[in-house]
């Protein structure tokens, strides 16, 4: 029985590393373009508005987080299984948690960190660096599962091509 089940393992990894690996790809997408809003906002409200970069960058965070949600929802993950609220909620707190991991390398960059090195946006960048695996692993393992998928597709695939009328 084991032996089967190792059998049936070992010939499903290639295609779950395939999809699992386009699903990071767009995940990185996503967070590239939610650190672009980030960063572009950030210094929008550094430099232009002249907020401090803690209040700042509380502001852009927001809405970095609420863009990609959108994003990964219906595109990096194509997620339908979970309810728009439940889902949003569950992803808000492993946000929080990317949050925690972001913030905490954020402000030690900045407070640590001599000038110039201690520039707003060389932290953001950092940052996100650092908090990118927390937040794929979140993603993958509490808003976005893989259980009970079928081949390739992801959970209720059919309802969101009926939705898109494909």
Known sequence: MLGERTRKLAAALPRLAGREGRTFARFCVVGGT????????LALLVHGLGLG?????AI??????????????????????????RGFLTYLGVQGLGLGCNMLVYVLWILLLPPPFDEPLAALFTASSAALLVNYTGMRM??????GHKEDRPPRQESCEKIAGR
Request: proline content about 2%; aromatic content about 20%.
């Open 142 to 147: 509490l808003v976005f599962t893989t259980s």
């Open 60 to 85: 852009s965070f927001a809405v970095a987080v609420t863009a990609t949600w959108l994003l990964n929802r219906h595109w990096a993950f194509a997620a339908c299984a979970t309810s728009f609220w």
């Open 34 to 41: 939610g650190f672009l809003t980030d960063a572009g906002l």
């Open 53 to 57: 970069p803690f209040m700042a960058r």
